[in-house]
């Protein structure tokens, strides 16, 4: 299964509410996450199984969809939440998106 | 609290060996898959390999089959990478990560070594 993100490059303001787009090549059945990679560290798990929460991370984060289209929300834009967001499916195979780059506007 | 360190990258002449490892603490170690992941400069990630917690499967990218082997050792609580006839295109920064237990995602991840393969 292939993934597509969208938009590979994102501009928001500190406070906006910010959507990013996964779509599966075909139906990835729910099985979806949500990685954060910040510049120079490693990838962090953010969301899981489309719409859980990992441990620690914070509520602004979530995540829904279904089918072949995905979608991670970011209810308030923090400073701290430049990064680069990929998705990752584990229906069929094991397969990252390209990732959508998030910075301040 | 969960801690993952590789170890053994560097700089490698294409078609040379190189061994990672990672020794993993702060979890039972025999419990979990473990899995290989790495990120090319600049580019996205890509699943390398995966290992059951007995070591009794594992799995690879076509690209990396017949050339990788993944395994650990449960008593040394550490997984490694054999990386054989290495390739340009196996430059990367390879991250050792855990397998959760009920599916094929990753909750931890290394702080990644860097593996560059020229002349």
């Known amino acids: 299964i292939q993934l597509t993100q969208s938009p590979s490059l994102l501009s928001a303001s500190v406070g906006d509410r910010v959507t990013l787009s ?3 090549s075909q139906n ?3 099985y979806l996450a949500w990685y954060q990679q910040k510049l120079g560290e490693a990838p962090k798990l953010l969301i899981y199984n489309t719409n859980s929460l990992q441990t620690g991370i914070p ?3 979530s995540g829904s969809g279904s089918g072949t289209d995905y979608t991670l929300t970011i209810s308030s834009l923090q400073p701290e939440d430049v990064a680069t967001y990929f998705c990752y499916q584990y229906n069929n ?5 390209s990732g959508t780059k998030l910075e301040i506007k | 609290e969960v801690q993952l360190v590789e170890s053994g990258g560097g700089l490698v002449q294409p078609g040379r060996s190189l061994k990672l490892s990672c020794a993993a603490s702060g979890f039972t170690f025999s419990n979990y898959y473990m899995a290989w992941v790495r990120q090319a400069p600049t580019k996205g990630l890509e699943w390398v390999a995966s290992i059951t917690n007995s070591g009794g499967s594992t799995y690879y990218r076509d690209s990396v089959k017949g050339r990788f ?7 040394k609580s550490t997984l490694y990478l054999q990386m054989d006839s ?3 295109e196996d430059t990367a920064t390879y991250y050792c990560t855990r397998e959760t237990v ?5 909750d931890y991840w290394g702080q990644g070594v860097m593996v560059t ?3």
């Not at chain 1, 195979?93 to 998106?97: A, K, M, V, Y």
């Open chain 1, 59 to 61: 509520s602004r984060f």
């Open chain 2, 102 to 106: 009920a599916a094929d995602y990753f």
């Open chain 1, 28 to 30: 990835i059945n729910n």
């Open chain 1, 93 to 97: 195979g094991l397969t990252f998106g």
């Open chain 2, 69 to 75: 082997t993944i395994s650990r050792d449960n008593a």
């Open chain 2, 117 to 119: 393969v020229s002349s």
């Open chain 2, 86 to 88: 290495l390739r340009s």
């Open chain 1, 22 to 24: 996964c779509k599966g």
